[in-house]
């Protein structure tokens, strides 16, 4: 708990020289992982284009991994974070890696899907997830728990599991794809369209990402481990570092969460800053072009929204969706 105030009085530091003067500003902060990750980028680019629109003054905090970055929303350390949304529910209801329900975290909008998978050097010759069957595979996640259910559900999802690998205690995304980088590993997982992953590429001469099984005993499997992942294909793009074909890759959805302490009109000006400027957003972080306030609303199970994103929405006549 010291390394969440010490981190919260990091931001509040930060908050003076953003402030720029003005004592009445408040500095409202996002919880992400460290640097490198993707949620960490898109909560950068979010954040510098709420700033410019009046939509808070929004500082960026990195933490550990996604438990930490979950007990600081719940505990008012943090106002916002962005996380898979299946994790968002396992810690509401303090199970999966949860030791305890965390009952103040709300969902403020679905962001994008965010299709993720492990990946290896491209003069590997593997191709699928399950060509890893007796390789190094990074384990263990201990700062970055979401990952074991993930990873777990990608090998079965393609035929092996775990135990059919030789796992490598890993602790967190960014020191998973060092660990490929020399060699510790003979595959990485990540984000598609991770900064990282372009690192990486560039530092062993080229990646790939593995394809894994889409059809309906796979989605059984990878929903075994949690209930909304799902599967979506993934097309080359220069920011998609790996994928050199159309391939189908789990997904999860990415949403934006917030603690109940926050108030309405803070999330509803959040809000309206992420998605009237849209385009901006999109241009400074080409993998948030899903954003769209027409899907950003989804009725996801055991999770509530924040009252400020359900005033948001009601106001701008969208209704709540299904989940995939």
């Given at each position: 708990m010291g390394r969440l105030f010490s981190a919260r009085f990091a931001a509040a530091a930060l908050a003076g020289c953003l402030a720029s003067g003005n004592a009445s500003a408040q500095v409202e902060a996002i919880a992400t992982p460290p640097a490198g990750s993707v949620w960490n980028t898109m909560a950068s680019v979010i954040a510098a284009e709420a700033r410019k629109a009046d939509g808070g003054r929004l500082?960026?905090?990195?933490?550990?991994?996604?438990?930490?970055?979950?007990?600081?929303v719940n505990d008012a350390l943090a106002e916002y974070s962005l996380n898979d949304i299946n994790d968002v529910i396992t810690a509401v209801s303090g199970t999966g890696e949860y030791s305890a329900p965390m009952p103040n975290l709300r969902v403020v909008a679905?962001?994008?899907?965010?299709?993720?998978?492990?990946?290896?050097?491209a003069d590997s010759g593997m191709t699928r997830v399950s060509d890893l069957k007796g390789m190094r595979v990074p384990s263990g996640w201990e700062a970055f728990p979401l990952n074991r259910p993930l990873v777990g559900a990608?090998?079965?999802?393609?035929?092996?599991?775990y135990d059919e690998v030789i796992g490598v205690p890993m602790p967190e995304l960014i020191r998973g794809a060092d660990a490929l980088v020399s060699g510790q590993t003979d595959a990485a997982f990540f984000a598609v369209g991770g900064p990282k992953v372009a690192e990486v590429s560039a530092s062993v001469g080229g990646v790939r990402f593995l394809e894994v099984a889409s059809d309906e005993a796979a989605l059984a499997a990878v929903r075994r481990h949690r209930p909304t992942y799902y599967f979506s294909e993934v097309t080359p793009a220069p920011v998609r570092v790996g994928i050199e074909k159309p391939i189908m890759m789990l997904t999860w959805d990415n949403v934006l969460v917030v603690g109940a302490h926050v108030p309405d009109e803070q999330v509803k000006a959040l809000l309206a800053a992420i998605f009237d400027n849209r385009d901006a957003i999109m241009a400074a972080y080409p993998p948030l072009a899903a954003l769209n306030v027409e899907t950003a609303y989804v009725d996801y199970p055991g999770v509530e929204y924040h009252p400020g994103a359900e005033a948001f929405f009601a106001e701008r006549g969208v209704a709540r969706t299904p989940t995939n």
């Open positions: 500082v960026v905090q990195p933490y550990g991994g996604n438990g930490q970055m979950m007990q600081a679905r962001i994008n899907p965010f299709p993720v998978g492990l990946f290896v050097r990608l090998l079965e999802a393609d035929g092996i599991s």
